[in-house]
């Protein structure tokens, strides 16, 4: 199981590269431009939700791009939550 940070817009190649390498228990953390992602009603929310992996926003960066009101189903996490989040899996891959 993998921790993905995504730090990359939803129209990089990075967005769809780790979209792509995602697998069931993985998860993925949207933090600096990823967060542009978790849009709700936006084809790049819609994939995040399909991935299957449990997808996670840092709040910092979310409320800095204006997003937190406009979300879609995605958990909101503080930077303790970030660290929970690395200590629970062994292996990171960070999409820049």
């Given at each position: ?63 800095a791009a204006g ?29 820049y």
């Amino acid at each position: 199981m993998t921790l993905h940070t995504l730090a990359a817009t939803p129209v990089s190649p990075a967005f769809d590269n780790c979209l792509r390498l995602v697998a069931p228990g993985d998860a993925i953390l949207l933090l600096g431009d990823g967060v542009y992602a978790a849009l709700a009603d936006t084809e790049a929310c819609n994939r995040l939700t399909a991935s299957g992996a449990d997808v996670s926003v840092l709040q910092t960066d979310a409320a800095a791009a204006g997003v937190l009101a406009r979300m879609g189903p995605f958990a909101v996490v503080d930077m303790d939550g970030f660290v929970r989040l690395t200590e629970c899996f062994a292996r990171q891959l960070a999409w820049y």
